[in-house]
């Protein structure tokens, strides 16, 4: 399950820099509007949207999360190091 977090704290994690044991170089910043982040039991997830690529989806994928659409939605398939469904 996860929920939506306050474009502050979506900023802090943009801002923060890479993850322990993470390459400098594998790190680049992402605009605050381009970020989704998800919090699940299994721990954070962040995802830069690229609007330049699929400008209608980001739209509504900003528009639904800002509604509350996705929270406490369950993830009903999951492969490791691959992808998630909800």
Known sequence: MYKRLGMAAAVALAAAGPVAGQAQDAWRATPAE???VLDTTQGRVLVEMAPHVAPA????LRTLAGQGFYDGQAFHRVIRDFMAQT
Request: hydrophobic share 45%.
């Open 57 to 60: 989806h980001v739209e509504r």
């Open 34 to 36: 381009n970020l989704l």
